[in-house]
């Protein structure tokens, strides 16, 4: 299916104030999007230069008001501003989500008092024992 179609059969099942969102990976694509309804055009795993791209695509065509455009997919603090200059509404990053550090943490139950059946919880560090 093209993405014209996808989109048409997308907003014929959905309700008139659900956003619907297309992913894609070429401005020509995005474009596609937008001249079907798209709401919101994610451009995922490009280079920011492909972003720049298909915005200016959009404004060329008279849809850069009516979508609003994702860049997504690799992006990293080092280079978070240079997506940022390409004229996209939001840029979103995993990258805190997929580079964080876990917490090793566990979740220990101990009596406090013996023989009155009082328990205490408490976090401690490390593997649960």
Excluded at 52 to 69: F, N, S, T, W
Excluded at 87 to 102: C, E, I, N
Aim: charged fraction near 35%.
């Amino acid at each position: 299916d093209s993405v014209e179609e996808a989109v048409r059969r997308v907003k014929e099942g959905v309700s008139f104030t659900k956003k619907v969102e297309v992913e894609v990976s070429r401005a020509e694509d995005a474009l596609a999007a937008a001249r079907a309804g798209a709401d919101v055009v994610m451009l995922d795993n490009v280079p920011p230069s492909e972003v720049r791209r298909a915005v200016e695509e959009l404004r060329k065509a008279g849809l850069r008001d009516r979508v609003i455009v994702e860049a997504s997919g690799g992006i990293t603090p080092e280079n978070l501003e240079e997506y940022a200059g390409t004229g996209a509404d939001v840029v979103s990053s995993s990258y805190m989500t997929f580079r964080s550090l876990a917490v090793d943490m566990s979740l220990e139950i101990r009596e406090v008092l013996r023989g009155r059946g009082r328990k205490s919880v408490g976090l401690k560090r490390g593997k649960p024992s």
